[in-house]
């Protein structure tokens, strides 16, 4: 297959799919080994950014996604007002923020640093699709566990966990340390306004 071939059933392949597709699964819809799909993902992804057109290809850990370009967020918002996403409540932050820089962690985890039910919290977090279910830790009753999903990094404009913003290194208390994590994360959602949303499926909502 040409390079132009492969670029254009990539473009169609991501546009049509509407979130994150899996290298994995391009190379066998292609028959192409690994390395050469995440080239030309890359290639697309820096063509689009140099021109600076409408729509981005992005990385997300071990899958591409095609999105709309972040400086369009403002239009995007005023066109599709009824999509316009909430801001995280401060519950949700504080949830959010433990599940993200300590997966994979269970409800009594969470409720430990935060110091109260977090149970409602969870469940929006994972009605918004920001977490999933990670299996069960092997202790007794067997609680489940949570992590981030790539919606989640989609939503702050991250490629992989490696880009979340590093917490301070010294012991402190918990009660501090939350208030640590909701600042990396407001520092993330501020900067997911700028954000733009999935290009099939409009803005995500959040909490």
């Known amino acids: 297959m040409e ?29 192409q080994d ?9 290639r697309i992804a820096d063509f689009y950014s140099y021109e600076r057109r409408g729509i981005r290809v992005v990385r997300l ?39 993200a820089y300590f997966q994979p962690v269970t409800r009594a ?5 935060r110091g109260v039910d977090s149970s409602y919290t969870v469940g929006l977090l994972l009605e918004r699709e920001l977490i ?21 990094l989609r939503s ?11 917490l301070p290194t ?3 208390e918990e009660a501090q340390l939350t208030l640590q994590l909701e600042s990396a994360l407001q520092r993330l959602q501020r900067g997911e306004t700028e954000e733009a949303a999935d290009g099939t499926q409009g803005e995500e ?3």
Do not use: H
């Not at 690994?34 to 890359?42: A, L, W």
């Not at 972040?70 to 923020?97: D, F, G, H, M, W």
């Not at 999933?132 to 989640?152: D, I």
């Open 3 to 31: 390079l132009k071939e492969l670029e254009s059933a990539i473009e169609g392949i991501l546009f049509a799919a509407g979130e994150p597709v899996p290298v994995e699964r391009i190379c066998l819809t292609l028959g």
């Open 34 to 42: 690994r390395e050469t799909v995440d080239s030309v993902c890359q």
């Open 61 to 99: 850990e071990n899958s591409w996604q095609m999105c709309s370009a972040p400086e369009q967020a403002a239009y995007i918002r005023k066109t599709l007002e009824n999509r316009k996403p909430a801001k995280l409540s401060q519950p949700a932050l504080e949830v959010l923020a433990i599940i």
């Open 109 to 113: 985890y969470i409720e430990q640093v």
């Open 132 to 152: 999933c279910e990670a299996g069960r830790l092997a202790v007794p009753g067997r609680p489940m566990q949570f992590r981030t999903t790539k919606n989640f």
């Open 156 to 166: 702050f404009g991250l490629a992989s966990l490696n880009d979340l913003p590093e």
């Open 170 to 172: 010294a012991t402190q």
């Open 205 to 207: 909502a959040e909490p």
